[in-house]
Nanobody, 126 residues
Framework: QVQLVESGGGLVQAGGSLRLSCAASGRTFSRYAMGWFRQVPGKEREFVASINWSGSRTYYTDSVKGRFTISRDNVKSTVYLQMNSLKPEDTAVYYC???????????????????WGQGTRVTVSS
C-alpha cells in the first residue's frame, strides 16, 4: 500500500518561502516519478511540478518557474517542493502524487498519477 504524507504548509507573507515535504512508503521510492499539484476550492487540481525517478529531469508550470524547485532524496524516500517569492495566488492545498508504473516520465497530467497524499494547506497573505 503506497502512502504519501505531505507536511510543511502554513501561513506566510507574500515574498516569503516555504518548503513542502512528501514522505513516501509502501514501495521502492527511487523507481518512480513524483509530482506536486495544487487545488483551490471550486477549481480543478493544477499541475505545479514533477521530477523523474533519478531527479535528473524536472518540469514546472509556467507560473512557478524560477520561484519553485522540486527535488528528491531517494535515501529518505521524500520529495520536496521549495517555494520562494510566494504570491497570494499560490494559496492552495498542495498535494504530492505518484504514478503506478515505475521509471515513467514525470507527467504534468493528474490522470497519470495513481496515488495522492492528503494535502497540505499553503496560505500566502498580501
Amino acid at each position: 500500500q503506497v502512502q504519501l504524507v505531505e507536511s510543511g504548509g502554513g501561513l506566510v507573507q507574500a515574498g516569503g518561502s516555504l518548503r513542502l515535504s512528501c514522505a513516501a512508503s509502501g514501495r521502492t521510492f527511487s523507481r518512480y516519478a513524483m509530482g506536486w499539484f495544487r487545488q483551490v476550492p471550486g477549481k480543478e487540481r493544477e499541475f505545479v511540478a514533477s521530477i523523474n525517478w533519478s531527479g535528473s529531469r524536472t518540469y514546472y508550470t509556467d507560473s512557478v518557474k524560477g520561484r519553485f524547485t522540486i527535488s528528491r532524496d531517494n535515501v529518505k524516500s521524500t520529495v520536496y517542493l521549495q517555494m520562494n517569492s510566494l504570491k497570494p495566488e499560490d494559496t492552495a492545498v498542495y498535494y504530492c502524487s505518484a504514478p503506478e508504473n515505475s521509471y515513467g516520465p514525470p507527467s504534468r497530467f493528474s490522470r497519470e498519477y495513481e496515488y495522492w497524499g492528503q494535502g497540505t494547506r499553503v496560505t500566502v497573505s498580501s
